[in-house]
T-cell receptor, first 112, second 118 residues
Framework: LAKTTQPISMDSYEGQEVNITCSHNNIATNDYITWYQQFPSQGPRFIIQGYKTKVTNEVASLFIPADRKSSTLSLPRVSLSDTAVYYC?????????????WGLGTSLAVNP | DARVTQTPRHKVTEMGQEVTMRCQPILGHNTVFWYRQTMMQGLELLAY????????DSGMPKDRFSAEMPDATLATLKIQPSEPRDSAVYFCASGLVYPGGRGTDTQYFGPGTRLTVL
């Protein structure tokens, strides 16, 4: 069964770059690795997803090494509004059933 | 701006009562997910459906929980009988996955139902 590990919490300051890494093994070979952001009292919201190498959109970058055993979400120049919980999501490489494995979340606090 | 809707937004009930939560996925989405979130356990996937058929419900306690999709526009999660340990926020999410597509394709979450069982 696939398993994910991410740091429980991180602290940063406004304007800094923040990198959050999720370790994952036994993931499905043809599934995306996806990251979500969650604010209090809201449902998670999609940030970015990728299959391998590097993906960049208007809010973040995602780095995935060739072995796909980890992924790193990079938030450039964070602001106070980036304070949230960040989750990685992977698919389990377990036969026909599409088992989805969520990380436990990394609580990011951005300080002024 | 299409959104997933969930009703009710809040529910307070007494132990032993039946609870039904409803979700309207985004029109055209073929995959619906049910999650439970608590401070202690974090975000737990209970079950999910594709084209109204259950794909994985291994995260759901089968003795008291049931999930169904009567039609493509409605998903329900029922707890009978409810217990205090069921108190949590229940999220529904929907997504569009093409045949042979990736299970981790983008999910769009609803606002959640906050359930309190006394």
């Amino acid at each position: 069964l696939a398993k994910t590990t991410q740091p429980i919490s991180m602290d940063s300051y406004e304007g800094q770059e923040v990198n959050i890494t999720c370790s994952h093994n036994n993931i499905a070979t043809n599934d995306y690795i996806t990251w979500y952001q969650q604010f209090p009292s809201q449902g998670p919201r999609f940030i970015i997803q990728g299959y391998k190498t590097k993906v960049t959109n208007e809010v973040a970058s995602l780095f995935i090494p060739a072995d796909r055993k980890s992924s790193t979400l990079s938030l450039p120049r964070v602001s106070l509004s980036d304070t949230a919980v960040y989750y990685c999501l992977v698919g389990d490489n377990a036969g026909n059933n599409r088992k989805l494995i969520w990380g436990l979340g990394t609580s990011l606090a951005v300080n002024p | 701006d299409a959104r997933v809707t969930q009703t009710p937004r809040h529910k307070v009930t007494e132990m032993g009562q039946e609870v039904t939560m409803r979700c309207q996925p985004i029109l055209g989405h073929n995959t619906v997910f049910w999650y439970r979130q608590t401070m202690m356990q974090g975000l737990e996937l209970l079950a999910y459906f594709r084209n109204r058929a259950p794909l994985d419900d291994s995260g759901m306690p089968k003795d008291r929980f049931s999930a169904e999709m009567p039609d493509a526009t409605l998903a329900t999660l029922k707890i009978q009988p409810s217990e205090p340990r069921d108190s949590a926020v229940y999220f529904c999410a929907s997504g569009l996955v093409y045949p042979g597509g990736r299970g981790t394709d983008t999910q769009y979450f609803g606002p959640g139902t906050r359930l309190t069982v006394l």
